[in-house]
């Protein structure tokens, strides 16, 4: 089956660290650029984070440059976003997804939820 | 404030068409792709609507429709149905940011 699994979702304080992971099924995951996408609990989808299929280059959002890191291991079909320096604003559902080039993110995961709060 | 603007809402009644607009700039609709999704429920997975500005994904109907003209892009949905109640988002590179760039999102309500 053709899917994106993502976890490490959690509270944490502001301040605090967090790394999401999501793990890839069904496919190649070496020849898709794979992406976290984050929606905020009453707003729309803000892209997050980029990484080429063979894991650099790298690009991140403005509001998570310097404290969001992107990665994957393509050994183990998994993409993951260390997060450091949390703050209230990060709450929010992330989603992983794949995109070919030039294409749309295809194939979406279920999201997990990051609530940052004391 | 989003990079691309979208009306916050849009409404229709069974049957009608409804076009959905999406402004950007010469860095990233001007001169880049630009595609649709489906958000059913906030907080679920978006549906690939339209890609490349107006290509149809296999399985979307042919009701749903996508043009660009410049900076700015349309989705549009004819025949309107009950179930087409979501939220809708376009979405494209920007060359300057170096980044995705979504629009803010039109909750279309279908009367």
């Known amino acids: 089956e053709v899917r994106l699994v993502e976890s490490g979702g959690g509270l944490v304080q502001p301040g605090g660290s967090l790394r999401l992971s999501c793990v890839a099924s069904g496919f190649s995951f070496s020849s898709y650029e794979m992406f976290w996408v984050r929606q905020a609990p009453g707003k729309g989808l803000e892209w997050v984070s980029l990484?080429?299929?063979?894991?650099?280059?790298?690009y991140h959002a403005d509001s998570v440059k310097g404290r969001f890191t992107i990665s994957r291991d393509n050994a183990k079909n998994s993409l993951y976003l260390q997060m450091d320096s949390l703050r209230a604003d990060d709450t929010a559902v992330y989603f992983c997804?794949?995109?070919?080039?030039?294409?749309?993110?295809?194939?979406w995961g279920q999201g997990t939820t990051v609530t940052v709060s004391s | 404030q989003s990079v691309l603007t979208q009306p916050p809402s849009a409404s229709g009644t069974p049957g009608q068409r409804v076009t959905i607009s999406c402004s950007g700039s010469?860095?990233?609709?001007?001169?880049?792709?630009v595609h649709w999704y489906q958000q059913q429920l906030p907080g679920t997975a978006p549906k690939v609507l339209i890609q490349r500005n107006d290509e149809r994904p296999p399985g979307v109907p042919d009701r749903f429709s996508g043009s660009k003209s410049g900076t700015s892009a349309s989705l549009a949905i004819s025949g309107l149905r009950s179930e087409d109640e979501a939220d809708y988002y376009c979405a494209a590179w920007d060359n300057s940011l170096s980044g995705w760039v979504f629009g803010g999102g039109t909750k279309l309500n279908v009367l």
């Open positions: 010469r860095f990233n609709i001007g001169e880049n792709y």
């Open positions: 990484i080429i299929g063979s894991g650099s280059p790298m």
């Open positions: 997804a794949r995109a070919l080039v030039h294409y749309p993110m295809d194939l």
